[in-house]
């Protein structure tokens, strides 16, 4: 990034509920082992697979063995293909001090990534580094086209867009710790879809 940009000293700031401080503490604590100039190292993420799970939200249908004759049909109901157009496949991310695109089920924790215009973000992130263009959508996440400008701290949920500027952001939740998980364990989501312009 050539541009101006807005930077963060790796950290999470203050804030947030007091039944989530240790997870906090212990994320800040993470945090301050990641260079985002290098990112994690393959070692490391494997390790943190391993040790946390796979970057995988379960899906709002989850069926029975017994109905996989039917997953066709089940794939094609309203909410499931709103899920798989809300979850991207493929995230770029810094590992080794080297980018490359890797499964987004792969992210772990306090990996490295970057989002350019048109890309999904495909975790809970933490902006780092950003330009000072850079923009999201979260009509995915609330059905809403509420576009935000994201600053240095802010948070970009897993299925927001990006649709202008670039930024370098730090996982901060994978999987059904995310918030889009979040809100379909409470059936807040899918959103309702978001009203039509009506021309006059």
Not at 4 to 31: H, I, M, P, Q, Y
Not at 36 to 58: C, D, F, H
Not at 167 to 172: C, D, G, P, R, S
């Amino acid at each position: 990034m050539d541009e101006e940009k807005n930077v963060l000293v790796v950290e999470l700031g203050g804030g947030g509920a007091s039944s989530r401080s240790s997870s906090r503490s212990s994320l800040a604590a993470d945090l301050c082992d990641v260079d985002p100039a290098k990112g994690l190292s393959w070692a490391r993420a494997r390790e943190e697979a391993r040790r946390l799970g796979s970057n995988r939200v379960s899906p709002p249908i989850n069926c029975p063995a017994w109905v996989c004759c039917l997953l066709p049909c089940v794939l094609s109901t309203n909410k499931m293909r709103r899920f798989n157009a809300s979850i991207p496949e493929n995230a770029l991310v810094l590992r080794d001090g080297e980018w490359t695109d890797v499964d987004a089920v792969s992210l772990v924790v306090t990996d490295v990534v970057r989002l350019q215009e048109g890309d999904v973000a495909p975790a809970d992130l933490r902006v780092v580094e950003s330009t000072p263009d850079f923009v999201t959508d979260m009509v995915a996440l609330t059905g809403e086209h509420e576009s935000h400008a994201n600053l240095a701290k802010d948070l970009v949920p897993l299925a927001a867009r990006c649709v202008s500027g670039e930024a370098t952001l730090v996982v901060t939740a994978i999987g059904d710790d995310t918030e889009i998980a979040a809100r379909m364990r409470s059936g807040a989501w899918p959103p309702p879809p978001p009203p039509r312009s009506r021309s006059l």
